[in-house]
Structures are given as structure tokens and as C-alpha cells.
């Protein structure tokens, strides 16, 4: 930052004045203010405008490193990677899913047998006692997967904030370009150089002009 | 009973045809949508006794797929049940003034979905005898 203002806040009072406020002469000390307010305006504008240059080169400089190193690029890569993490996990949880679907009708199956078995045999005998084991280990899978089931929900509800989190990164992304295209930086994807400073200058000037520089 | 399951998420989705199967209803008879745009595609062409939605979903969300099918003569009195991550009380407020029928917080576990969906069919059975 190389804008220097001051506004002769702390300094001495001119001489000139100071001989004005004791003068008689209304017309000249009136003529003598308005000098020093329109000298302290200008001294604001000149400081505002070298800040505004300042932004102006700190936007340009963000958009040359944005070209060279192609930051735009990492940023999508990592909602590339948010998107991955999406899909593995979606992939994952469907696998998990395919397992119960796979098991489900097998504890059906030893559930109904057992039972025919039960039926079938009175109580005491071997195959009875084995047969009331097996349909209650089979009720207690079938509990066991439907709690599988919901338990995949975890994909679902931590896939949501990815996604939140893919959403608010094209965001940025997007003011980031936003940004420094509205310098005309990235006018043709490349670093700010020769023709494109050109642009980028007259921009700046325009934009300046329009606060009245 | 025919109900269609709308989700962006086809976990989501699966987990849902999968406890609704769990509870006796025929895995043959329900039918998945994306969002709630394809959703009322569907609701349209084909007779549903039953949806169960998403809220955040991209084109048409939960809530705009609850107060369309309100909306809609030949659709508004269908059953809707909101399973959903949102859980604020503003929103829940907001399907109850569209019209919900049930609404279920996620993650949510097989014993809440039947109790809610017994409830919504005790609900219409009632309101059905009364009219």
C-alpha cells in the first residue's frame, strides 16, 4: 500500500488562514477556505485512487495466478474428489445393501423349516430343541438385517452435506472467476500480460472515471 | 397398495423399498422417482396409493411435490409420507400446512416407519367411514 494521505489533521493551522480569521475581509476568508477544503477533497480522491489501483493490481496479480496455476482447476478437482467420495460410498452402501438382500431370504428359508421341523417333532427330541435354536437365530437375523437396512441411511444423510459442500465450492468458484474477470485478467485464459494489461488498464481507468478520477 | 418412492439418493431409496417390503407390502408394487418433478410424471400417468418422499432434492423439491399434488384434482387426495433430514420446525410446519400425511425424521428405524405408516391408514380408514 503506497497511499499516503494526510489530512493536516494534527498540523499547525496555515499562516494564511490564521491571518484570514483575524482579517475584516469576509470575501477572502471565504475564498481561502474553500482552497483548503478543495485541496483536502483532492488529497482524499488521490489516496482513494491509489487504493482503488491497488485493488485493481491485487485482483489482477489473483487472476494471473489463477491462469498460471490453473487454480480454477484444483478447485474443481477437489469437487472432483467430493463427488468420488459421493459415488464410493454410494456404491459401498448398495453392496451392503445387496448383502442383505442376498441373506434376507435365506433366514426366511431356515425360519420356515425350523418351524416345520418343530411341528414335526415333539418336544425332547433332538431335532426339536435344534430346530427351535435355528428359528430363533433366523428371527434374530432377520431383526439383525432390517437394522443393516437402516444402518446404511448413514450414506444418505453424510452424501447431503457433500453435496452441500460440492454446492458451496462451485460458489466460490464461481465469485472467485467472477472476480477476476471483472478485471478482463483472464480475458483469454492467460497470465495478465502485454495486450491483456492494456484491457485490464482501460477497465480500470473506466471504473475509475466513474468515481470521478 | 402401489407406492412410489422419491429420493435423490438411490441408497435412500433402497433402504426405504427395503423396510416397506420388510413390513409386508409387495417389493412388485413399488416404484422409485429421482425428484419430485419425474415424480409427478409418474403420479400422472399411473394410479399410486402411496408416496413417500424426500424434502431436498434437486428440480422439484419434497415440499413443492406435496403442495402440487394437493394441488391437483385427480392427485390430491393421495397419501404422502416425508422422510427427511430436515428437522427444523419451520419446515415441519410447513408440510403440515401443505398437507402431509406423516412425517419421519432421518435416520429413522423400521418400527417408526410402520407406526407411521399404521397411522396414516388408521387416519384415512377413519376419515373414510366419516365421509
Keep these: 500500500m503506497n497511499a499516503q494521505v494526510s489530512l493536516m489533521a494534527g498540523e499547525a493551522m496555515p499562516p494564511e488562514l490564521h491571518d484570514l480569521l483575524n482579517s475584516a475581509d469576509g470575501a477572502a476568508f471565504e475564498k481561502a477556505l474553500d482552497a483548503l477544503v478543495r485541496e483536502r477533497e483532492q488529497r482524499v480522491f488521490r489516496a482513494l485512487g491509489l487504493l482503488a489501483r491497488d485493488l485493481h493490481d491485487a485482483v489482477r496479480r489473483l487472476g494471473g495466478d489463477l491462469a498460471q496455476e490453473g487454480v480454477p482447476g484444483s478447485v474443481a478437482d477437489a469437487r472432483k474428489h467430493l463427488e468420488d467420495v459421493l459415488e464410493m460410498s454410494s456404491q459401498a452402501a448398495h453392496r451392503s445393501l445387496d448383502f442383505v438382500e442376498r441373506m434376507r431370504p435365506q433366514a426366511d428359508a431356515l425360519a420356515e423349516n425350523a418351524s416345520a421341523v418343530i411341528d414335526g417333532t415333539s418336544e425332547g427330541e433332538v431335532a426339536h430343541v435344534l430346530a427351535k435354536q435355528s428359528q430363533s437365530f433366523a428371527n434374530a437375523c432377520r431383526d439383525g438385517l432390517a437394522d443393516f437396512v437402516v444402518a446404511q441411511s448413514w450414506q444418505d444423510l453424510s452424501g447431503q452435506r457433500i453435496k452441500k459442500v460440492v454446492n458451496f465450492i462451485g460458489s466460490v468458484e464461481n465469485s472467485l472467476l467472477e472476480l477476476v474477470s471483472l478485471t478482463g485478467a483472464l480475458a483469454s485464459g492467460e497470465a495478465a500480460a502485454g495486450p491483456v494489461k492494456v484491457t485490464s488498464q482501460d477497465e480500470a481507468d473506466r471504473l475509475l472515471s466513474e468515481f470521478g478520477f | ?131
Excluded: C, H
Design chain 2, 1 to 131: 397398495m402401489k407406492i412410489l418412492v422419491v429420493d435423490d439418493f438411490s441408497t435412500m431409496r433402497r433402504i426405504v423399498r427395503n423396510l416397506l417390503v420388510e413390513l409386508g407390502f409387495s417389493n412388485g408394487l413399488i416404484q422409485e422417482a429421482d425428484d419430485g418433478e419425474n415424480a409427478l410424471t409418474m403420479l400422472r400417468n399411473n394410479a399410486f396409493d402411496m408416496v413417500v418422499t424426500d424434502w431436498n432434492m434437486p428440480n422439484m423439491t419434497g415440499i413443492d411435490l406435496l403442495r402440487a399434488i394437493r394441488a391437483e384434482p385427480s392427485l390430491k387426495g393421495l397419501p404422502v409420507l416425508m422422510v427427511t433430514a430436515e428437522n427444523n420446525r419451520d419446515q415441519i410446519i410447513a408440510a403440515a400446512q401443505a398437507g402431509v400425511n406423516g412425517y419421519i425424521v432421518k435416520p429413522f428405524t423400521a418400527a417408526t416407519l410402520q407406526e407411521k405408516l399404521s397411522k396414516i391408514f388408521e387416519r384415512l380408514a377413519a376419515s373414510g367411514a366419516t365421509a
